[in-house]
């Protein structure tokens, strides 16, 4: 069983930058997938960016050239760096893993981003 944890939300002007973190209580190295979601207010789910391996990262066409996704598997923790945060990336952010047939989501954390 995995746990996934999420920090480093809050609130932050347009223009500015936040460091999500995703601490797994197990390794992640079993974790072949791992990915950030988000859900803006009123609207469904979205993938952000996901990491398989450092050289194979993919990204939502909204953040491409802003965010940027990396893990860790010594410290068994995966990282969001966001950067030129618009208004429109207001969400709560969602850790997920995936290990063969079996997916884990952490609690979310709130990216709030004022005009």
């Known amino acids: 069983q995995v746990q996934l944890v999420e920090s480093g939300g809050g609130l932050v002007q347009a223009g500015g930058s936040l460091r999500l973190s995703c601490a797994a209580s197990?390794?992640?190295?079993?974790?072949?997938?791992m990915a950030w979601y988000r859900q803006p207010p009123g609207k469904q789910r979205e993938l952000v960016a996901r990491?398989?391996?450092?050289?194979?990262?993919n990204y939502a066409d909204s953040v491409k050239g802003r965010f940027t996704i990396s893990r860790d598997n010594a410290e068994n923790t995966m990282y969001l760096q966001m950067n030129s945060l618009k208004p429109e990336d207001t969400a709560v952010y969602y850790c997920?893993?995936?290990?063969?047939?079996?997916?884990?989501w952490g609690q979310g954390t709130q990216v709030t981003v004022s005009a």
């Open positions: 997920y893993g995936l290990r063969g047939w079996d997916d884990y």
């Open positions: 990491i398989a391996s450092s050289t194979n990262t």
């Open positions: 197990g390794s992640i190295f079993r974790l072949h997938l």
